[in-house]
């Protein structure tokens, strides 16, 4: 007797699965951060049928790196991450989406391809990252370089900007190792200790580090310099968490260093 071979979820559908779950775990937890965690669960589970279709369809092999040329085969993303942030995503979000859902498809794919040219800050088009996040995933899952600007202290892969960082014990002489995770593709690329990812200022007295007492183990890492920091989660303790999603519970403390005048790198899930 043959058994059907049950439908396998992709490697990268299976990494957004993952964080899903984190979120709606944490969500359980976090009384004050229930709503970004609720809808980064929801958004992980829209990518990741975006890429579970990306990869099915062809592995990911027949996509090519450059969105210009791959743009047709994301219309499917397009439309489903626009209809979730329209449905359920804050005030703000939902109406930016259902604008571009009514210019679809006149302006939703140059809105793409300048983010993709560019820095991509989400701070500014926050849709266009959530869109194209399964696509490069997808990319680096399947091995093929994307055809984006690459600079110092960005995604050694696809060129995207860190928006978490993350500390894990390493040998004991080094002392805990430093990563930082990309805001497009999730690589986590290991980074000098001491140096501003966006400025490379190197002073320690000119890097400030702010703790605070209910989120012990997350750190804002600023640069007096640039005025911009970075936030990093310590996993030396617990491996469990998974800093882009963990970084969600601590949003307060995105909220008080914008008060602070300290800009992020780049924003979390939250917007923020
Ligand atoms: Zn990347
Ligand atoms: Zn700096």
Redesign the pocket.
């Known amino acids: 007797m043959k058994i059907p071979a049950a439908a396998k979820s992709s490697k990268t559908a299976t990494e957004f699965e993952r964080r899903a779950a984190r979120a709606e775990l944490l969500a359980r937890g976090a009384a004050a951060a229930q709503e970004p965690l609720r809808f980064a669960a929801g958004l992980y589970r829209v990518q990741g049928r975006v890429a579970q279709g990306l990869e099915e369809a062809h592995s990911g092999q027949s996509l090519s790196g450059s969105l210009e040329m791959d743009l047709d085969r994301l219309a499917g993303a397009i439309g489903s991450v626009l209809r979730y942030a329209a449905e359920e995503g804050p005030e703000g979000l939902a109406e930016q989406a259902r604008a571009r859902q009514e210019d679809l498809p006149a302006t939703a794919p140059t809105r793409l391809l300048v983010a993709w040219a560019g820095d991509l800050p989400a701070a500014e088009d926050y849709l266009s990252r959530a869109i194209l996040r399964p696509y490069?995933e997808t990319l680096?899952h399947a091995g093929k370089a994307?055809d984006r600007v690459h600079r110092q202290g960005?995604?050694?892969?696809?060129?995207?900007l860190p928006w978490i960082g993350a500390r894990r014990d390493a040998a004991e002489m080094e002392g805990a190792r430093r990563l930082l995770g990309?805001?497009?593709?999730?690589?986590e690329w290991p980074f000098q200790r001491i140096v501003c990812p966006a400025c490379f200022e190197d002073d320690p007295y000119k890097l400030p580090i702010f703790q605070s007492a209910p989120h012990p183990t997350v750190r804002i890492e600023a640069c007096e310099t640039c005025r911009r920091y970075l936030k990093s989660i310590d996993l030396s303790e617990d491996a469990r968490p998974i800093p882009e999603v963990d970084d969600l519970v601590s949003w307060s403390m995105d909220l008080w260093a914008a008060e602070q005048g300290w800009t992020r790198i780049e924003p979390g899930l939250a917007g923020v």
């Open positions: 490069a680096r994307p960005r995604c050694p892969f696809c060129g995207g990309c805001s497009l593709c999730g690589l």
